[in-house]
């Protein structure tokens, strides 16, 4: 059986590409970067802004399938910051070809700050005029 150590999650963060050959682009790319890296690819996931829990599914899904590696295209598919992926996993970007270790002995805090969901673009909700429910 498999262990953790020799799989790999990749993740796209759709709206980055324009078009759906820079899609299948990015994700040859990530294979090629697993396969220089002796990975076997368990899982494609690719999200758009629509999901607003992005690292959280992220997250469970490398749980589910008990891996400790993610590849993407670039740390714009992450945010630009590695921090809230390596809360969890190690991260290996393909351009630049990076590696960005996974950081242990965090604190509980550090770790739900990771999965936090990511903020709504719009809001229904509205502040209260003055005086009024305050």
Known sequence: MADAEDKAVIYIFRPLLTTKADLDWAEFYARQ???QLGLRVASVLVQDNSHLD???TLYRLLREID???V???SLAHVGGNPRRVTAFAELQTVTPAEVHHWRTRLAAYELATALAREPEEHSEAREPREGVGR
């Open 71 to 73: 590849i993407t295209p």
């Open 54 to 56: 992005r690292i959280g």
């Open 33 to 35: 970067r697993a396969q």
């Open 67 to 69: 891996c400790a590696v």
